[in-house]
């Protein structure tokens, strides 16, 4: 991600993909495996919970068996990237130095393919650690058009799903995302203002302006992740691009009239980005 032969300098490098010169240096300590099972059972509540803080996420783990204090949730969660309903995740923790676009979807008919993609990035939990998992949906047919997993939080992997995206299936009217770094950074948003794609963030700490990417992670992880314990990346990528498949091609919803996602993106895409 950093070149360190690049004519940029370090702190340019850093600044371009959204992180601080310190997290370059950083290496993590190691997490044990109580940890990494305690992370999966917190990411759990969390999604039937999201309104549970940290007291009352350790009271449910106390209540299943797991003693463990509030302090050490808090700071679980933290590492994962989730806090309690309607603030801010730190997963999408914005950059003091990036521009905040306005929220452009307020009170817009969104019925056609193309007119709105959003993106959000979400926990993986794994047998032995967690990686993350951003995807890029299609808001209108709620079509996955590309996804990637990375074990870093870094803006590289959320821009090569952005570019496939484009390569594939053209380009939105409109791109909405939350405020978090990856998405404000100037390797990501000059993505967008480079193919003239208009760009909307949801308001802080408003995870319900993007609903549709939300209720997709319920999904994936009910349906997909929590049945697997993936040993590696390597399976998590298999498995989640097998889910995905699947959730384009054969998952009907019932708010698509018993449609899958396929179906209704190429039924509602504009004739002539279909026929380009």
């Known amino acids: 991600m950093i070149d360190q032969e690049s004519e940029l300098s370090i702190v340019q490098q850093c600044r371009v993909v959204g992180i601080s010169r310190t997290s370059m240096y950083y290496e993590p300590k190691p997490i044990s495996s109580r940890d990494i099972g305690l992370m999966r059972l917190i990411d759990e509540i969390h999604l039937r919970y999201p309104f549970y803080g940290s007291r009352r996420i350790r009271d449910e783990l106390n209540d299943s068996g797991h003693e463990v204090g509030r302090g050490h949730v808090a700071t679980l969660t933290r590492k994962m990237g989730i806090e309690v309903l309607y603030r801010k995740p730190r997963l999408s923790v914005p950059h003091p130095d990036h521009k905040i676009y306005p929220y452009l979807l307020r009170g817009i008919e969104i019925t056609r393919a193309n007119h709105v993609w959003a993106a959000d990035i979400t926990y993986i939990p794994m047998a032995r650690g967690f990686c993350y998992l ?143």
Not at 249 to 266: F, G
């Open 134 to 276: 951003v995807a890029i949906m299609d808001w209108a047919s709620r079509r996955v058009l590309s996804w990637r997993l990375s074990n870093t939080m870094s803006t590289s992997f959320c821009t090569e799903a952005l570019k496939e995206a484009i390569i594939r299936f053209g380009r939105p009217d409109i791109f909405n995302t939350d405020q978090g770094s990856q998405f404000t950074s100037e390797a990501f948003t000059g993505i967008l203002n480079r193919n003239g794609i208009r760009i909307s963030m949801d308001g802080k700490g408003r995870w319900m302006d993007n609903v549709f990417i939300e209720r997709l992670w319920w999904s994936v992880k009910y349906e997909e992740v929590y049945l697997k314990a993936y040993c590696s990346i390597a399976e998590a990528r298999q498995g989640i691009g097998n889910y995905f498949e699947l959730y384009n091609y054969r998952r009907r919803h019932q708010s698509l009239d018993r449609r899958t996602p396929n179906v209704v993106y190429w039924a509602t895409l504009p004739k002539k980005e279909a026929a380009a």
